[in-house]
């Protein structure tokens, strides 16, 4: 069995004390506001800082705060980002789960299984993967390059007494606001709201920065594999192809089914239910989660796929690893748009094991009990059940 699974540093954070001197907004354009956020950014290298996530969904309701430690550092030998970087988030207050980026390696470090799983770059980024959500939503850069790849002029700045904030209209569904401190000079908050076309919901994203966090291991320990190794972590190699090479299918062993089969996932009423149990020819398992707004979108088409299906011997299930202590509001929600699915909810260590980084991931559990992984989207989902039930 694969594990993606992590727990990495406690680190060190620097404080707001270090940072740059005041200066007041009220003569600043948007251009000068953006280069000083900039310059703010890239001189302070390496930064650990905390971040607090709030997704609110579905009518605004707050379901999700999600609690990070995060850093990076400039590093021009990564070849995949310039920068070394990592994020690390406490599960339920008893383990750690971190993506850690260094000039060779993505690193997944799970403190539950005390393992280290070394994941060579591909040769482009995948931006469908969870890291990659992570890193876009909380890494300084990331979090704020929409305001750097737009129009100055389309962007409204509005002054405070400490901070001043950014707005973009991103597009027609989309708005996101800026906060920044004025004495650093540095992100404070960073909010996104987006309207779902499929669903019609709206789903607004806060991640509020946090720099005056004390840690206590060393920031040059932070994007380092050695303290946890010394602690007696393994470290696993992931093996990948040459570029040139077909990518091969995934699959997984007899040992990961079973596993997957024999699972007690939750429903929205807090009963237990197995896989195995389920009594269908053929089971195909949508793993998603409530922030990912691809996975949202896919559901309508999933949902017409399970009643077009459900007398051809099928059964669709949402699978959803990120969400269990909401799964009461988020199956409600979703009953209310008409979304009939089977939903069951999970640990995050089912997807781990399962070595599922990117979401939307449909599965199609066979009567044989082989499992296949379907890429393309909703579209190659129709196609291979196509294959198999319309005979």
Not at 67 to 95: A, C, H, K, P
Not at 221 to 238: C, E, K, M, T
Not at 255 to 266: G, K, Q, S, T, V
């Amino acid at each position: 069995m694969r594990y993606f699974k992590v727990g990495l540093l406690i680190l060190k954070a620097l404080t707001l004390t270090t940072l740059l001197p005041a200066q007041s907004t009220y003569n600043l354009s948007t251009t000068q506001a953006l280069e000083k956020i900039s310059t703010a950014i890239d001189q302070h290298s390496p930064l650990i800082y905390a971040a607090r996530m709030r997704f609110k969904q579905m009518g605004g309701d707050t379901v999700e705060i999600r609690d990070f430690t995060v850093g990076y550092q400039t590093n021009d030998e990564n070849r995949m980002y310039g920068y070394d970087w990592l994020v690390t988030e406490t599960i339920d207050s008893e383990y750690e789960y971190t993506w850690l980026s260094t000039t060779e390696f993505l690193y997944n470090v799970n403190g539950i299984m005390q393992t280290i799983l070394a994941i060579p770059y591909a040769e482009q980024i995948d931006l469908g993967s969870y890291p990659e959500y992570l890193r876009h939503s909380l890494i300084l850069k990331e979090a704020i390059i929409s305001f750097y790849t737009h129009d100055p002029n389309d962007i409204i700045l509005t002054d405070a007494d400490d901070s001043f904030t950014l707005t973009l209209p991103v597009y027609s569904l989309a708005t996101s606001n800026l906060t920044v401190d004025k004495d650093s000079y540095l992100p404070l908050k960073v909010i996104t709201e987006i309207e779902d076309g499929a669903l019609g919901l709206t789903q607004i994203t806060e991640v509020a920065f946090n720099y005056e966090t004390s840690q206590e291991r060393k920031t040059d320990d932070a994007f380092s594999i050695a303290p946890r190794l010394n602690d007696g972590y393994d470290l696993l190699h992931f093996e990948s192809t040459s570029h040139e090479e077909p990518a091969p299918v995934k699959t997984l062993t007899a040992e990961d089914i079973a596993m997957l089969r024999h699972y007690p996932l939750a429903t929205s009423d807090g009963d237990t239910m197995l896989i195995a149990s389920l009594g269908t020819d053929y089971i195909l398992l949508d793993f998603w989660f409530s922030s990912c707004r691809p996975c949202l979108n896919a559901l309508p088409a999933i949902n017409q796929i399970s009643t077009e299906y459900a007398d051809k011997g099928l059964t669709v299930v949402g699978i959803n690893c990120f969400d269990l202590g909401i799964k009461e509001t988020l199956t409600d929600k979703l009953r209310a748009k008409h979304i009939d699915l089977m939903f069951l909810f999970g640990a995050r260590d089912l997807t781990q094991s399962l070595g599922i980084n990117s979401f939307p991931t449909y599965l199609l559990i066979k009567p044989d009990l082989t499992i296949e992984f379907i890429n393309g989207g909703t579209e190659g989902v129709k196609e291979v059940l196509g294959d198999l039930l319309e005979k």
